[in-house]
C-alpha cells in the first residue's frame, strides 16, 4: 500500500497505533499478549479495510511535510 496518494490537503489526522504483532512461532511458544496486540492476517484485513472505505494512509515524514 503506498503512502500519502490523496492529493487533497490534510485537515485531520486519526492516529492507529499497534502495540504488538503475535505470530504462530509466539503463540506456539507460550508467549502472553496483552490486549493490544495482533496477528500479521489481522492487521492486514485492517489494513484492507481502511483503504476499501476511503481512508488514506501517509507516513510521519509526509504528515510533517
Known amino acids: 500500500m503506498q503512502a500519502g496518494t490523496n492529493p487533497?490537503?490534510?485537515d485531520s489526522v486519526f492516529v492507529i497505533m499497534?502495540?504488538?504483532f503475535i505470530t504462530a512461532a509466539d503463540q506456539k511458544n507460550g508467549v502472553i499478549f496483552g490486549e493490544y496486540a495482533l496477528s500479521p492476517k489481522?492487521?492486514?484485513e485492517d489494513l484492507k479495510y481502511l483503504k476499501n472505505n476511503g481512508y488514506t494512509?501517509?507516513?510521519s515524514d509526509d504528515l510533517a511535510e
Open 57 to 59: 494512509t501517509i507516513t
Open 18 to 20: 499497534y502495540h504488538d
Open 8 to 10: 487533497q490537503p490534510i
Open 42 to 44: 489481522d492487521f492486514e
